[in-house]
């Protein structure tokens, strides 16, 4: 109880230290005062508008100056005092303004950004989510004639929550899959509780139950046709489908 | 009916014997203690002369004989033993010749086929050869065109006629259909065929995976298990108009469905609610009504097809699948196998047995046989049918109860056999590609 109390008095005196040391570094750094201009000298701007071109388009620089009588542009050359032109750079280029005049020489520059042409970007987003769909979402195994989520299957039903909650557009399907043991109609009965249960698991996870669809293929499409535990084990899954 | 009584109570008597039942390999024997009646059918006779005739008597006898050797209630007299002159007509039967050794046959089944034109016509003959004076059991004449396949159809309307008559009054089931599913076209179709294996030709052909045909009990319509676009749904196809028609669908898996036995009503397994359950509706799919309600699988239902009022079928519900029955509106579940592995119920024409596919032993180091059994209902009484290997299941009842069509594996891939409802006289019916879940039509 003591040490709690002894926190909340550090915690106050701390944050209000903060902010006091804030509003003092604002008293001591105060802008500097504008020093005393000499005559005349030049003033010169310059900007691109826009600063960003694909590759093939183009910009229009704009500059002002005062006090200037010789005024130019590296790679366009000598220009008025004020002015605007429309230049197409092949590549990202700096240009570079210079204005002299009898107070002195000043110097502003502009940047223009030309972006490669990149490959369309879009179209690659989605097939990621698909890979790491198929890459992230691990299958749930099953003993033999059961449909409940065994122990050692809930780490890899726990990554596909985790994952399925993080990308909550991906819409898929689970497929209840038996081995090639037993009968036909009662395996189908048994994979349709087997994806049922799947399911069932993701919903109390917090998977949204409109996002799945279910469906039983019993023995009739195996993953492997071997007469082997190991063949039979492969079988005896909830498979995981993105849906596109 | 003498006959028949007497078979079934063979059977019930095999079944009421517990030391029998436990036992592994048991031949019950037809009809024990019932002399079979002893039958010569000499080939039919060409009455014209005719280029096809000795291609269609082929048939027609080949035909002729099979029914009658596939009826389980005949002792057909081999041919070897019959006389060098084997009558086409009444006026050649040598009484004396077929009555007595070597033949010694009590039934005679003889006569003729005649081609004119474009059509046939045969002339058929029962005669009871030890009755001389009255011996005319029989008489049949039979018209149409001149081919194999109408030749095969007179033959077994005639079998028929002669089982009926020396069969105890139960019709003759050389006429019935066999559907089943094939996967010889590369994808998963309804096939009908004859009950011997003959025409075999597909119904549907909807490439994707169609499954547990069950024929109407009036024949005219057939329902199945597809996989549609999104789900497994029962679907429908009119025999009548040799073509699929509408049927509402549920969402969910919908699996196996069954006739009632008046053709009013449909059982069938759906996970509509999101775990597998037993249904019922009208036989147009309305008034759905589930009368299952317990986590787990349930599926493959029969009705009692002498009652309809109750429903045998597969569950989940206590790990391993097993055979259950219940009301027809879900009350008074009761569980009628114990052990193992138990699916495919069928219930009998006459109500009392159910046959089932049962891996018995099942676990580590037991074989694993999946065999065909054959269940009293209500002494839970069972004898194992089949004992030949591989894997047997999806067992279906002929119309007169006598025999029974399955699958098994016992020659490698999956085919469709039939046997006598007592394990005996076991035959392939199919070949080509994988054929599976038989069911027979009514009658």
């Known amino acids: 109880m003591k040490q709690r109390r002894l926190k909340w008095i550090m915690l106050v005196f701390a944050l209000s230290a903060i902010m006091t040391l804030g509003a003092c570094k604002k008293k001591v750094a105060p802008p500097p005062p504008p020093p005393p201009p000499p005559p005349a000298a030049p003033t010169a701007s310059l900007s691109a508008s826009p600063n960003t071109v694909d590759k093939g388009g183009s910009t229009t620089l704009t500059w002002q100056t005062t006090n200037a009588t010789d005024i130019s542009i590296d790679g366009i050359g000598a220009v008025q005092p004020n002015g605007s032109q429309q230049v197409t750079p092949a590549d990202s280029t700096t240009y570079h303004l210079t204005a002299k005049g009898p107070g002195g020489t000043q110097e502003a520059t502009a940047r223009v950004t030309v972006n490669a042409p990149a490959p369309p970007p879009t179209p690659q987003a989605s097939a990621t989510e698909e890979e790491l769909f198929s890459q992230t979402v691990k299958d749930i195994f099953f003993e033999y004639d059961k449909f409940d989520v065994r122990p050692d299957q809930q780490a890899a039903l726990q990554g596909d929550i985790d994952f399925l909650k993080q990308h909550a557009s991906v819409r898929f399907t689970i497929e209840g899959h038996c081995d090639e043991r037993g009968s036909t109609e009662y395996n189908l009965a048994l994979g349709d509780n087997r994806a049922n249960g799947v399911k069932n698991a993701l919903v109390q996870g917090g998977v949204s139950a409109d996002r799945i669809k279910t469906i039983s293929y019993g023995k009739e499409k195996p993953f492997c046709t071997q007469s082997t535990e190991e063949c039979w084990q492969q079988n005896r899954r909830g498979h995981f489908v993105y849906q596109k | ?443």
């Open chain 2, 1 to 443: 009916m003498k006959l028949f009584l007497s078979w079934t109570i063979a059977l019930l008597l095999l079944l009421s014997l517990p030391t029998w039942a436990q036992q592994d390999w048991i031949r019950t024997g037809t009809g024990l203690g019932v002399e079979k009646v002893r039958l010569a059918v000499p080939d039919f006779k060409a009455s014209t002369q005719d280029p096809k005739s000795p291609e269609l008597l082929k048939v027609f006898n080949d035909t002729l004989w099979n029914d009658l050797d596939n009826a389980g209630i005949f002792d057909m007299v081999s041919k070897s033993f019959y006389p060098l002159e084997v009558p086409g007509s009444p006026a050649d039967v040598k009484f004396e010749a077929w009555s007595s050794p070597p033949p010694n046959s009590s039934m005679l089944a003889f006569g003729n086929l005649g081609i004119s034109g474009a059509n046939v016509t045969v002339q058929g003959w029962l005669y009871d050869v030890k009755n001389v004076t009255s011996p005319q059991v029989l008489g049949k004449q039979y018209q149409d065109g001149a081919t194999s396949d109408a030749v095969r159809t007179i033959a077994h309307k005639f079998a028929d006629e002669i089982i009926f008559r020396l069969g105890g009054g139960i019709p003759g089931i050389a006429e019935s259909k066999i559907f089943f599913v094939s996967s010889r076209s590369g994808h998963k179709e309804i096939w009908a065929m004859d009950y011997d294996g003959a025409n075999q030709r597909a119904l549907t052909h909807l490439g994707s995976i169609s499954l547990s045909p069950r024929i109407s009990p009036d024949g005219s319509r057939l329902a199945f298990s597809s996989l549609t676009k999104s789900s497994w749904e029962i679907l429908m196809y009119s025999l009548d108009l040799d073509r699929m028609v509408t049927f509402p669908k549920f969402g969910g898996t919908n699996l196996s469905p069954a006739w009632s036995a008046d053709g009013t009503k449909l059982a069938f397994s759906s996970s509509r609610s999101g775990d597998s359950e037993i249904y019922v509706m009208d036989s147009s799919g309305a008034n759905l009504k589930r009368i299952t309600s317990f986590k787990g699988p349930d599926v493959s239902p029969v009705w009692n097809r002498k009652t309809s009022a109750q429903i045998a079928w597969v569950s989940g519900r206590s790990g391993l699948p097993q055979i259950y029955t219940m009301e027809a509106d879900g009350t008074n579940v009761q569980r009628l196998t114990d052990e193992g592995y138990a699916v495919s119920p069928a219930w009998s024409p006459n109500g009392q047995f159910l046959v089932f596919s049962w891996i018995r032993h099942y676990g580590p180091g037991a074989p694993g046989a999946q065999d065909i059994y054959i269940m009293d209902i209500v002494s839970k009484q069972w004898v194992q049918l089949t004992h030949d290997g591989g894997r047997n299941d999806f067992p279906s009842w002929s119309p007169d109860g006598r025999h029974i069509i399955f699958q098994s594996s016992r020659a490698g891939g999956d085919q469709i056999w039939t046997m006598l409802a007592d394990g005996t006289n076991q035959k392939r019916l199919t070949t080509a590609g994988s054929n599976t879940q038989p069911n027979w039509s009514w009658k």
